[in-house]
């Protein structure tokens, strides 16, 4: 992505695998594969298929010329062969582009690029989940808040929070990691009649030149790869979602329980010099916000027509760019973000106190053995706790509890349940993953 906005949307490693130069190496590699399958299958020379290999590189293409005469084509791909063989010696152009239709080489690209592009996407998310694993390790007993509905809950650890980042992330890669990427080679109408009855030989070829999937048939109108695809990066840009939300959250100056890190001209305001905007979390978000859109997109366009379709699957190609691109970034954003952040412990310790207590009733009842009875006890307290502006502690000196009790009924620290547990077990799982990348070096 170039512009003004690709600091905030094209960041990372992704942009560059689908912009438009990254669409047409992935659409020659595409050419130069099916032409070496067909060599390996018996269906041109040997010599013919290296020589296509030699005309597929980029730097031999116009990209604004194609790109000006896709339009009127219908896709890229048909100027692009167009140009392809008048690079080759006349003998040789009848065996380029062998059997093959548009949708075949745009599909496999599809398939290459999304690739190639869950490199540095998947490394990114790696790199998040073992920051996360970090900040949960290491914050294990750091207590704070837990809010639900935007209000005190109980109390929960900074480390249980960190470990549901790590666990939403690991899932989110897995499920990246599990994708089935296969090639594209259906000719026509899906029969690759050209061939004969010799078509089906060419797939596996095709895939293993390439280091794709090969799929049982053709899936020119069934684009559930496509789907898969879009759904995975649908999760996992959720996942990113919910994690720059709690963070421009817990940032709020009222909370102040994070910082993102900072750095000249990071996060700043072009008329309050004071700021220390959460900019990570922000264009997170802002990526992030987009993708939803686009998965539907994806998945309203599963609908075509016959064998081949006229919209639904033109609608794919910048869609599954943008995807990829978008969840990319916020991936991107978020890494920067969770291996930069400030904990305050202090101001957690500071906001655990903010309402006098009334976070540790549910604590309170069950001290008092639980039961409607006790429930009522400490309804009543909370309720003059907080009409009177009371700690909690004076309003329960009537209760059956001691104030000894009281007070350990109040102690955050003693309220955590299995926290801990969960945050080893998150590590643990974590860390036990089979596909693990190597712990970064300080």
């Not at 309804?379 to 007070?407: F, K, N, V, Y």
Request: some cysteine; charged content about 20%.
């Amino acid at each position: 992505m170039s512009g003004i906005f690709a600091g905030t949307f094209g960041r990372g490693g992704v942009a560059a695998e689908v912009s438009g130069a990254g669409w047409v190496a992935a659409m020659l590699d595409v050419e130069a594969g099916l032409a070496a399958a067909q060599a390996a299958a018996g269906l041109m020379p040997g010599d013919v298929a290296e020589v296509i290999a030699s005309v597929c590189l980029p730097e031999r293409y116009d990209l604004d010329a194609l790109a000006e005469r896709a339009g009127p084509a219908g896709n890229p791909v048909i100027p692009l062969v167009a140009a392809l063989r008048e690079l080759l010696p006349p003998p040789m152009r009848k065996y380029a582009h062998l059997g093959a239709t548009s949708q075949d080489i745009n599909d496999t690209a599809t398939m290459l690029i999304a690739k190639r592009a869950l490199l540095p996407l998947r490394a990114d998310l790696d790199n998040a989940a073992n920051a996360c694993a970090e900040l949960a390790t290491r914050h294990a007993a750091t207590v704070m808040a837990g809010r639900t509905v935007l209000q005190h809950a109980v109390p929960i650890t900074f480390g249980l929070k960190a470990a549901g980042w790590l666990t939403a992330l690991d899932h989110g890669r897995a499920r990246l990691a599990g994708l089935r990427l296969p090639v594209q080679y259906g000719g026509a109408a899906g029969t690759v009649s050209v061939l004969g009855g010799r078509g089906h030989e060419v797939i596996p070829l095709f895939a293993a030149e390439l280091d794709l999937a090969e799929p049982i048939m053709p899936w020119h109108s069934d684009r559930t790869p496509v789907a898969e695809l879009a759904c995975a990066l649908g999760l996992v840009s959720g996942t990113l979602a919910k994690i720059a939300t709690d963070v421009k959250l817990l940032a709020q100056t009222e909370v102040a329980e994070v910082a993102e890190p900072s750095a000249p001209g990071r996060g700043g305001s072009s008329a309050m010099p004071h700021k220390r905007n959460p900019v990570g979390a922000m264009s997170t978000l802002a990526c992030t916000q987009r993708v939803p859109g686009l998965v539907a997109s994806v998945l309203t366009g599963m609908a075509h027509e016959h064998e081949r379709a006229a919209g639904p699957w033109q609608a794919e190609w910048e869609t599954v760019g943008d995807l990829l691109r978008l969840t990319g970034s916020a991936a991107s954003w978020m890494y920067e973000v969770l291996d930069g952040l400030s904990v305050n412990a202090g101001r957690m310790r500071e906001n655990l106190s903010a309402t006098g207590g009334l976070l540790m009733a549910e604590h309170v009842v069950a001290m008092l053995g639980g039961g409607p009875e006790n429930r009522r006890i400490v309804d009543e307290a909370c309720a003059r706790a907080l009409d009177e502006g009371r700690p909690l502690r004076e309003t329960l000196a009537s209760s059956p509890l001691t104030a000894q009790q009281i007070e350990d009924a109040l102690d955050p620290a003693g309220y955590l349940g299995s926290a801990g547990t969960f945050v080893e077990r998150a590590v643990a799982a974590h860390r036990r993953r089979p596909d693990r990348p190597a712990p970064r070096q300080p």
